[in-house]
Structures are given as C-alpha cells and as structure tokens.
C-alpha cells in the first residue's frame, strides 16, 4: 500500500488567497515591530545621550574668561566634562543654518561651554550659575534634560501606537483565518459528515483544518517577514549611507538579534493564531450542525 | 391509516420513543414515532418521496438529534451522551447512501479504510483486513484505483465495504440499490442477507424497490406524512 493520502484535498485557490492575505498581514505586522523598535531604540539612544547634557550659551564674554569659567565647572563633582567649544566647532554647528560654505564674513560668534553632567549624582545647573555669576559672565544655562522628557512622553505614545496597530493587524490575521477556516468547512462539508459518520471524533475533524491553517499560515508568515526583513534592511542600508543636513535628522538604525527574534516569531504566532482560528471555528461549526 | 406500536418489551438495538423531527420550525418531517428493531433483525422501510426515510435514518446514524422524543441505541440512551461518546457510538453504525459519498480524492482502499483511520488504527494494522474486504465486495482488483475510475456498481460495493469494515453492530443502508441496476441490486441485497445471517448485524434497508422488498422474508415499515403506518407489508416468504 502506498502511503496515506492526505484526508482533506490539497489547496485550492481559496488557501492561495489566504496565504497571500496572511503574508500581508504579517509583512504589516513585522515591519510595523520593525520600525518602530529601531526608531524606539534610537530616539532613546539620543535621549539617554542628552540626558546630562548641558550648554552654556555665552554672548559678551571674552574668551579667556570663558576658558577659565568652564575649567571651574569642570571641578565640579556632579560634572563629568565642560568644554569650550572651538570656533570651527560653532561654524560646524551653524553650518545647516546656513549651509558649507555659506556663514557670512565677520558674523559675531556666541562662545558655547559643552557641559557633560552626571545627573545621578545631582544636578549642576545652580552650581554652574553661581560660578558664571561669580565670574561675571552673563549665560544662558540650557539642560537639555527637559527637551529628554517631552522626547521620552512622546515615545511613550509611539510604542503604544505601534502596540495598537500590531495588535490590530494580529487581530484582523486572527479573523480572516476564522472566516476563511470557516469557508474552508462549508466547502468540505461533505467530507466533515463522511468523517463524522465514520467515527471520526470532533478533535479529530478540527486537527485536519488545524494542521491545514498552522502550515498554511506559516508559510505565509514567513513570507511576510522575509519581505518586512529585506524592506528594513533596505530601510537601515539607505540611513547608514545618507549624509549631509537630512543625515542629522534620521535616527541610527540598525538589525539586532531583538530583530531577528520578531522575525522569527511573525510567522509562529500567525501559525498558533491560524491554528487556534481553526480549532474554535471547525469545533463551533461541529456543535452547531451536528 | 393508524400510527405502528410495536412492542417494547425487551432491549432492542435501536428503539425510538415518541420522536418528531422538524427542520427550521418548517413543519413536523417525523412525528410521534415509536419504532423498535430487535438486534439481529432485518428490516425494510419503505414509503413514497417526502415520507420522511432518510429523515428517520439521519436519526438513527445520529446525523441529527430528533425535536422531540427519545433515541435508545444499544441500550444506551442517546440524548445522555457526550460528544465524544456519539463518536464511539457512530462506529458500531455502518451506513450506506445512494449516492455512496464517497471522498473522489482518496483509493477504494482508503475510501474502505477510512472509519479505521479516523478511530486511530495504523496503516499496517488493516491493510490486510481492508483487502480481504474488498475482495469479498468483489473489488480485490480495483484496491489501488482513484473513486472517479470505478463504475457505479463498484463505487457501491466500496461504499457497503466502508460501512462493515468496523464489523457495524448495526447497518443502515438509504436507497442502496437506487444509482445500480437491478442484477447489482439484488447482489447487493444478497450481502447483506449473508452479513445479517453469518454475523448477526441489525440491518435497516431503506428502498422504494418494492419488488426487490418481495424477494426477501423479512419486516417492512412503511412511512407516511412522517408517520409510521400499521399497514405493514411482508416480504414473499412470510
């Protein structure tokens, strides 16, 4: 005898259909994880980068005081770093205002004292202003701590957002497998009774569209991340390579494990979910006609 | 024309209670019939289109579940049961359709192997059962061959094969001899005869054949506006 013929018939258009709206999904899905882990990864990167930032913004100052007056700071113990900025550091950073080349002659210069603070240990900002004070040197004391957390509340609201829409496509996966599971069993109704009438139990029945949908939904999550994979990775490849004012304004994304992890998970929960789908639908649709 | 009591006294194979069927609140397909058929009885039902046969044979292959009224299989009542206790019921039932429901995708011998598959069995475990079943239906040289390759008569034989493979404690066949010609019908009749006979299985024969019914010494029911009649017709030699 040879081996066993599958119980249900091999797919037909209906499952070619469903793999490609589960592919979808999950493409959706995975990239939706995708971008928005990187793009989570890198704003608090920036932010963690600012937190203990602090600049100090000098306009009348002779130089040499300045010097002196970011030296004291230095001494501080809450403070890791205070720097004077050179005047090629300060063109650098005018430069996307007013482009290479572009900073007209004899502008007068701000002096600017780049502060690197241990915010653990206490904050330096009062101690800071006592010494400009002390010194005489009229300063505007920037932390950028506070622009960290209205960055901090607004990625708190990103990672909600994109929860919600994986959640959504997870959801909107779950139901168009229950649908077409359903589909499926009025399609084969007449082999569910020949099975039904021959003893088959219904666990039985419900395993046949089980393993079914798991393969199915498998495949075609699998394809979904490979997709949502390669559109990333291009994603990362065109943001490595961007250069110029646009290069500041991206964040640094890059592929970890953590990514590849939801890749490889995509097609796993669409399976368990299409499963699950198939189980509660073949089960229900069972009791209701039998 | 008054309803059929037939008498209860003891445990018989099937015994139906005051059962009334109706689908979709459409109006009564069965109603108040009481029915017993005695293990190791062979019996036809008959009555014109409409009456109700394949309703009351749904009932008893526990297809559907009656409106009203009570089903006792084998002694055990069937409205107490659980689902997976239905399922083990099923498999002391063997049922043959007119229109043999066969799967086109799968071989005679997997189409005849099928009630032993879904119950678990292994492949190696019946091969050899499933064959000699087969070549007793007359079919010992079409085991390989798809549904769609055999002939009406053969696809008929695979049908009955798949309904005893289970050695069925009861048999119910729905117009079995209705898509065969008449020579194939009375062989097909003859079989059951013999299974009835040599292996003491209750057989219901549903059939509009009145003359083939003639040929046989055995009970007829007759079924009319999906009630059970008193004008019970005998088969020749009774």
Same mark, same amino acid.
């Given at each position: 005898?040879?081996?066993?013929?599958?119980?249900?018939?091999?797919?037909?258009?209906?499952?070619?259909?469903?793999?490609?709206?589960?592919?979808?999904l999950?493409?959706?899905?995975?990239?939706?994880?995708?971008?928005?882990?990187?793009?989570?990864?890198?704003?608090q990167a920036?932010?963690?980068q600012?937190?203990?930032?602090?600049?100090?913004?000098?306009?009348?100052?002779?130089?040499?005081?300045?010097?002196?007056?970011?030296?004291?700071?230095?001494?501080?113990?809450?403070?890791?770093?205070?720097?004077?900025?050179?005047?090629?550091?300060?063109?650098?950073?005018?430069?996307?205002?007013?482009?290479?080349?572009?900073m007209p002659?004899?502008?007068?210069?701000?002096?600017?004292?780049?502060?690197?603070?241990?915010?653990?240990?206490?904050?330096?900002?009062?101690?800071?202003?006592?010494?400009?004070?002390?010194?005489?040197?009229?300063a505007?004391?920037?932390?950028?701590?506070?622009?960290?957390?209205?960055?901090?509340?607004?990625?708190?609201?990103?990672?909600?957002?994109?929860?919600?829409?994986?959640?959504?496509?997870a959801?909107?996966a779950v139901?168009?497998?229950?649908?077409?599971?359903?589909?499926?069993?009025?399609?084969?109704?007449?082999?569910?009774?020949?099975?039904?009438?021959?003893?088959a139990?219904?666990?039985?029945i419900?395993?046949?569209f089980?393993?079914?949908?798991?393969?199915?939904?498998?495949?075609?999550?699998?394809?979904?991340?490979?997709?949502?994979?390669?559109?990333?990775?291009m994603?990362?490849?065109?943001?490595?390579?961007?250069?110029?004012?646009?290069?500041?304004?991206?964040?640094?994304?890059?592929?970890?494990?953590?990514?590849?992890?939801?890749?490889?998970?995509?097609?796993?929960?669409?399976?368990?979910?299409?499963?699950?789908?198939?189980?509660?639908?073949?089960?229900?649709s069972?009791?209701?006609?039998? | 024309?008054s309803?059929?009591?037939?008498?209860?006294s003891?445990?018989?194979?099937?015994?139906?209670?005051?059962?009334?069927?109706?689908?979709d609140?459409?109006?009564?397909?069965?109603?108040?019939?009481?029915?017993?058929?005695?293990?190791?009885?062979?019996?036809?039902?008959?009555?014109p289109?409409?009456?109700?046969?394949?309703?009351?044979?749904?009932?008893?292959?526990?297809?559907?579940?009656?409106?009203?009224?009570?089903?006792?299989?084998?002694?055990?009542?069937?409205?107490?049961?659980?689902?997976?206790?239905?399922?083990?019921?099923?498999?002391?039932?063997?049922?043959?359709?007119?229109?043999?429901?066969?799967?086109?995708? +799968?071989? =005679?011998? &997997?189409n005849?192997?099928?009630?032993?598959?879904?119950? #678990? $069995? %292994?492949?190696?475990e019946?091969? @050899?059962e499933?064959?000699?079943?087969?070549?007793?239906?007359?079919?010992?040289?079409?085991?390989?061959?798809?549904?769609?390759?055999?002939?009406?008569?053969?696809?008929?034989?695979?049908a009955?094969?798949?309904?005893?493979?289970?050695?069925?404690?009861? +048999?119910? =066949?729905? &117009?079995?001899?209705?898509?065969?010609?008449?020579e194939? #019908? $009375? %062989?097909?009749?003859?079989?059951? @005869?013999e299974?009835?006979?040599?292996?003491?299985?209750?057989?219901?024969?549903?059939t509009?054949?009145?003359?083939?019914?003639?040929?046989?010494?055995?009970?007829?029911?007759?079924?009319?506006?999906?009630?059970?009649?008193?004008?019970?017709?005998?088969?020749?030699?009774?």
């Amino acid at each position: 005898m040879n081996r066993e013929s599958p119980l249900l018939p091999v797919s037909d258009a209906r499952e070619a259909a469903l793999f490609f709206v589960v592919g979808a999904l999950c493409f959706l899905a995975a990239l939706a994880a995708l971008t928005t882990r990187g793009t989570y990864t890198a704003a608090q990167a920036w932010s963690a980068q600012i937190e203990g930032e602090i600049s100090i913004l000098m306009r009348d100052t002779d130089r040499r005081a300045a010097e002196a007056a970011a030296e004291e700071i230095e001494t501080l113990a809450t403070v890791l770093e205070a720097r004077l900025l050179s005047v090629e550091e300060i063109e650098a950073l005018l430069e996307p205002s007013f482009g290479p080349g572009g900073m007209p002659e004899g502008l007068p210069l701000p002096l600017l004292i780049a502060v690197q603070a241990d915010l653990a240990t206490g904050d330096p900002i009062s101690a800071i202003e006592e010494i400009l004070d002390r010194n005489g040197i009229e300063a505007e004391v920037s932390a950028h701590s506070r622009y960290a957390s209205d960055v901090r509340n607004a990625l708190g609201v990103l990672r909600l957002v994109a929860l919600g829409a994986v959640a959504l496509l997870a959801a909107t996966a779950v139901a168009v497998i229950a649908f077409a599971t359903h589909a499926a069993l009025l399609a084969r109704r007449d082999i569910v009774d020949v099975l039904h009438l021959s003893g088959a139990e219904d666990r039985y029945i419900a395993g046949l569209f089980e393993r079914r949908f798991w393969v199915l939904a498998l495949k075609g999550g699998a394809a979904g991340a490979i997709a949502a994979l390669m559109v990333t990775a291009m994603i990362v490849f065109s943001a490595s390579n961007a250069s110029g004012v646009d290069a500041q304004l991206l964040p640094q994304l890059s592929l970890d494990f953590w990514d590849l992890f939801i890749l490889i998970l995509t097609p796993i929960i669409a399976g368990l979910a299409a499963r699950l789908a198939a189980r509660l639908t073949v089960m229900q649709s069972l009791k209701v006609n039998t | 024309m008054s309803r059929f009591r037939p008498d209860l006294s003891d445990e018989p194979a099937v015994r139906l209670d005051g059962i009334s069927l109706e689908y979709d609140r459409a109006g009564e397909v069965l109603s108040e019939i009481d029915l017993v058929l005695r293990q190791g009885s062979f019996t036809f039902l008959t009555g014109p289109s409409g009456a109700g046969k394949s309703s009351l044979l749904k009932l008893m292959y526990l297809a559907h579940s009656p409106t009203r009224g009570f089903i006792r299989l084998f002694g055990r009542q069937v409205h107490e049961l659980n689902r997976k206790q239905l399922a083990a019921l099923r498999r002391r039932i063997g049922v043959v359709f007119q229109e043999f429901r066969l799967l086109s995708h +799968l071989t =005679a011998f &997997e189409n005849v192997a099928l009630p032993l598959r879904v119950s #678990g $069995r %292994k492949q190696s475990e019946y091969t @050899s059962e499933v064959i000699d079943l087969l070549r007793w239906v007359g079919l010992g040289e079409r085991v390989d061959a798809l549904i769609p390759s055999l002939s009406g008569g053969e696809q008929q034989r695979v049908a009955i094969a798949r309904a005893l493979i289970n050695k069925p404690d009861f +048999l119910i =066949a729905d &117009e079995p001899t209705g898509n065969v010609d008449p020579e194939m #019908g $009375r %062989k097909i009749l003859r079989l059951f @005869s013999e299974l009835n006979k040599r292996v003491g299985t209750t057989i219901l024969i549903a059939t509009h054949d009145l003359d083939l019914i003639h040929e046989f010494d055995s009970p007829v029911l007759r079924l009319s506006n999906g009630m059970l009649v008193r004008d019970v017709e005998y088969g020749a030699r009774r």
